[in-house]
């Protein structure tokens, strides 16, 4: 299928892959997010202790939808672990491609 169609079940939450990744990597839609001020009560998710420095504990904090891409490797052991590439953006080639699949 194309990118486009890959795509639109991509940003309704299923996992979407290329015909020519390993077989574990793939890419999702990651929802907006609102996230309260990191000292705030009450329910929801709040803004992390990491992103304090940088803005202030009273602030809040809106990201907007992205694409992920998780690709799968293996550590000395062969351990399998995932390396995350967040706001992950498909190259021309990727993007016109026929060989998209959704995986969920």
């Known amino acids: 299928?194309?990118?486009?169609?890959?795509?639109?079940?991509?940003?309704?939450?299923?996992?979407?892959?290329?015909?020519?990744?390993?077989?574990?990597?793939?890419?999702?839609?990651?929802?907006?997010?609102?996230l309260a001020?990191?000292?705030?009560?009450?329910?929801?998710?709040?803004?992390?202790?990491?992103?304090?420095?940088?803005?202030?504990?009273?602030?809040?904090?809106v990201v907007y939808p992205y694409m992920q891409l998780y690709e799968r490797l293996y550590d000395e052991w062969g351990n399998p672990k995932y390396v995350i590439t967040m706001g992950w953006l498909p190259s021309n080639d990727l993007l016109f491609s026929q060989r998209w699949e959704v995986l969920d």
């Open 1 to 34: 299928m194309d990118f486009h169609t890959a795509f639109g079940a991509a940003k309704g939450g299923s996992r979407i892959r290329h015909y020519d990744w390993l077989s574990d990597d793939f890419v999702v839609v990651m929802p907006k997010l609102d």
């Open 37 to 61: 001020p990191h000292g705030s009560e009450g329910p929801g998710p709040k803004v992390n202790d990491r992103t304090v420095p940088w803005i202030g504990p009273e602030a809040s904090v």
